[in-house]
């Protein structure tokens, strides 16, 4: 069966760096995405690898080894308003899209 | 980026009735358009996956004589939730592709949250 997997739950400190990762065993990959998701909200897209390296976009990066079946979110100088439930999905083999179960990250002060 | 746009964001129903929750794409041409139900508390769960000019592809459990797919032009799908009950409450959010890109990114509408009382 296809599988994702995800911390369910963080908690970091504002202004600190976090780290979510995300390990997925899926028929055929064709890309992983990160989206973030406020509660109550549609989540937002916020990258896409599918090559082996980090993707890097201001305070967020992303990571991909698709050897290892695993990629990892960085969020850099944390803020409050990056509590929020974070993503990962996978692209199959039919460019089906494939939910991990998300992470919920607390932000303290 | 590319827009979906979803109306309505939040409904109250009796039970019995029905609701159609729209989805549009307002910018780009999406051939194949999602349906997802997400839980308090949990992850987004694929209802169906709907297809402009043929029938949807229901994912297992899901009624596909309660929860009604329309997707008639390339950039409207409907979904209707047909006799309502409030286990039927929930968040119902639509996505989309550009039909011109197999790889790109999903872009959501708002969602629509449902209460049916």
């Known amino acids: 069966g296809q599988n994702i997997d995800q911390p369910t739950e963080m908690t970091a400190t504002e202004g600190a760096i976090v780290q979510i990762n995300c390990t997925y065993q899926?028929?055929?990959?064709?890309?992983l995405f990160w989206y973030q998701q406020h509660a109550g909200e549609a989540p937002t897209f916020l990258s896409y690898n599918v090559l082996d390296g980090l993707e890097e976009k201001g305070r967020f990066s992303s990571f991909l080894s698709r050897s290892k079946g695993y990629s990892y979110l960085l969020l850099k100088e944390l803020q409050m308003k990056d509590s929020a439930s974070y993503l990962c999905a996978v692209t199959d083999s039919n460019y089906q899209l494939i939910w991990g179960a998300g992470t919920k990250l607390i932000i303290k002060p | 980026g590319a827009v979906v746009s979803q109306h309505p964001s939040w409904v109250i129903c009796k039970s019995g009735t029905s609701v159609k929750i729209e989805c549009r794409s307002l910018?780009?041409?999406?051939?194949?358009m999602f349906w997802y139900r997400q839980f308090p508390k949990q992850s987004l769960m694929l209802m169906a996956t709907?297809?402009?000019?043929?029938?949807?592809?229901?994912e297992q459990g899901v009624e596909k004589d309660k929860f009604l797919i329309n997707h008639a032009s390339l950039t409207l799908s409907t979904l209707t939730v047909t006799s309502a009950h409030p286990e039927d409450s929930s968040f119902y959010i639509c996505?989309?592709?550009?039909?011109?890109?197999?790889?790109?990114?999903?872009?959501f509408g708002q969602g629509t949250r449902l209460t049916v009382v």
């Open positions: 996505s989309a592709r550009d039909s011109g890109g197999r790889e790109t990114e999903a872009f």
């Open positions: 910018d780009f041409q999406a051939t194949t």
């Open positions: 709907s297809n402009e000019g043929s029938k949807a592809t229901y």
């Open positions: 899926t028929s055929g990959f064709n890309g």
